[in-house]
């Protein structure tokens, strides 16, 4: 997900890494008051650690979580019990960070089940959700494990610091209408395959975005004006909904983009701006198959299920956009043919 950090770094990001360190990774070197003595065992159950308020609302929010998600029938719930910490007695999908609050949970393929409660705001440290479900089967095997959590996703605006969300393969039909109000540190958005039937309002304002999945929905929605505005984003997968409108050339600005997919769409217009050739410089492929697009791009692209650069990465008289795209070999046999022998 990062790769682009690791090229132009100032350090940030590598320092910015020390809050996603486990609890039991930090014992090493961990200064916090409440955990000397390399987080002995015991340490987590003297007064000072357990009256920590938000500690406490953040077993609560576990505790309801599992009791409305039909936890009982988990396909694992090791430790989740009320007399265990949910850091300490390592809770099967929580992880905790270095001052005992949770920073990610993971219960994918789980049998999860329900509505997501509203007492999971409590979790104002989360780093990562994850609840999702893979494929509906392995090798002609149905997968028995999966997810099949439904409703209104309740709002995530105490989690400020939230930059991965997965919600994939499951049945909700709606994410939080102030899901915007975590786009400062939003990085991931997936909810693939749900019935979902709107996009997230102000979507111009995740300028953080790196990968935003919600194809094979039920989206019935403008394709937004400001779409371009989404300056950080490498993966756009938008396919098998029903997005209308047009697409302008606000989308220019997506400089960053490696894979944007948006077919089978058959409502959405306009013209795909030919300045992508260029300005889309890392872009591996575009999808637009079975969409109203037109211009000279989606003529090149429209009737194949994924168009890969090399294939539109021309101008309309046949030359390279960009010379240095151009192989050694067809130089040498253009000057070849220059000179005559």
Same mark, same amino acid.
């Given at each position: 997900?990062?790769?682009?950090? %690791?090229?132009?770094?100032? *350090?940030?990001? &590598?320092? $910015?890494?020390?809050?996603?360190?486990?609890?039991?990774?930090?014992?090493?070197?961990?200064? &916090?008051?409440?955990?000397?003595?390399?987080?002995?065992?015991?340490?987590?159950?003297?007064?000072?650690?357990?009256?920590?308020?938000?500690?406490?609302?953040?077993?609560?929010?576990?505790?309801?979580?599992?009791?409305?998600? +039909?936890?009982?029938?988990?396909? !694992?719930?090791?430790?989740?019990?009320?007399?265990? #910490?949910?850091?300490?007695?390592?809770?099967?999908?929580?992880?905790? +960070?270095?001052?005992?609050?949770?920073?990610?949970?993971? %219960?994918?393929?789980?049998?999860?089940?329900?509505?997501?409660?509203?007492?999971?705001?409590?979790? !104002?440290?989360?780093?990562? %959700?994850?609840?999702?479900?893979?494929?509906?089967?392995?090798?002609? &095997?149905? $997968?028995?494990?999966? @997810?099949?959590?439904?409703?209104?996703?309740?709002?995530?605006?105490?989690?400020?610091?939230?930059?991965?969300?997965?919600?994939?393969? @499951?049945?909700?039909?709606?994410?939080?209408?102030?899901?915007?109000?975590?786009?400062?540190?939003?990085?991931?958005?997936?909810?693939? &395959? $749900?019935?979902?039937?709107?996009?997230?309002? +102000?979507?111009?304002?995740?300028?953080?975005?790196?990968?935003?999945?919600? #194809?094979?929905?039920?989206?019935?929605? +403008?394709?937004?004006?400001?779409?371009?505005?989404?300056? !950080?984003?490498?993966?756009?997968?938008?396919?098998?909904?029903?997005?209308? *409108?047009?697409? $302008?050339?606000?989308?220019?600005?997506?400089?960053?983009?490696?894979?944007?997919?948006?077919?089978?769409?058959?409502?959405?217009?306009?013209?795909?701006?030919?300045?992508?050739?260029?300005?889309? *410089?890392?872009?591996?492929?575009?999808?637009?198959?079975?969409?109203?697009?037109? *211009?000279?791009?989606?003529?090149?692209?429209?009737?194949?299920?994924?168009?890969?650069?090399?294939?539109?990465?021309?101008?309309?008289?046949?030359?390279?956009?960009?010379?240095?795209?151009?192989?050694?070999?067809?130089?040498?046999?253009?000057?070849?043919?220059?000179?005559?022998?």
């Amino acid at each position: 997900m990062d790769d682009e950090k %690791l090229l132009a770094s100032d *350090g940030k990001w &590598h320092r $910015n890494q020390r809050k996603t360190i486990a609890l039991e990774t930090s014992c090493y070197y961990t200064t &916090h008051k409440d955990l000397p003595y390399g987080c002995q065992y015991i340490e987590a159950f003297k007064p000072g650690y357990q009256s920590d308020e938000q500690r406490q609302l953040e077993k609560f929010a576990l505790l309801e979580f599992y009791k409305r998600c +039909n936890g009982p029938n988990w396909r !694992s719930s090791e430790n989740w019990h009320i007399d265990l #910490d949910p850091c300490w007695d390592y809770w099967y999908g929580v992880t905790c +960070n270095e001052h005992g609050n949770v920073i990610r949970l993971e %219960l994918p393929d789980n049998r999860l089940s329900g509505e997501l409660p509203a007492a999971l705001s409590y979790l !104002s440290f989360l780093l990562k %959700l994850d609840l999702s479900s893979t494929q509906e089967s392995y090798h002609m &095997h149905a $997968n028995t494990n999966r @997810n099949s959590l439904s409703g209104f996703v309740p709002s995530l605006s105490q989690w400020t610091r939230l930059e991965e969300i997965e919600l994939s393969g @499951n049945q909700f039909t709606k994410l939080p209408p102030d899901l915007y109000l975590n786009s400062r540190t939003l990085r991931s958005l997936s909810a693939s &395959h $749900n019935e979902l039937i709107d996009l997230p309002p +102000n979507l111009h304002l995740f300028t953080q975005l790196h990968t935003l999945e919600l #194809d094979n929905n039920q989206i019935d929605d +403008n394709f937004p004006e400001a779409f371009g505005s989404l300056t !950080s984003a490498r993966i756009v997968h938008l396919q098998y909904n029903k997005l209308k *409108g047009e697409i $302008n050339e606000a989308i220019i600005g997506m400089n960053k983009v490696k894979v944007f997919d948006i077919s089978h769409n058959p409502k959405l217009g306009g013209v795909l701006p030919e300045q992508i050739i260029v300005e889309w *410089g890392d872009q591996d492929y575009l999808s637009i198959l079975n969409t109203s697009l037109t *211009g000279y791009i989606s003529s090149l692209c429209l009737d194949v299920p994924f168009c890969w650069k090399f294939m539109y990465d021309t101008h309309k008289d046949l030359t390279w956009a960009t010379a240095g795209d151009v192989p050694d070999i067809v130089s040498m046999t253009i000057d070849l043919a220059k000179s005559g022998r």
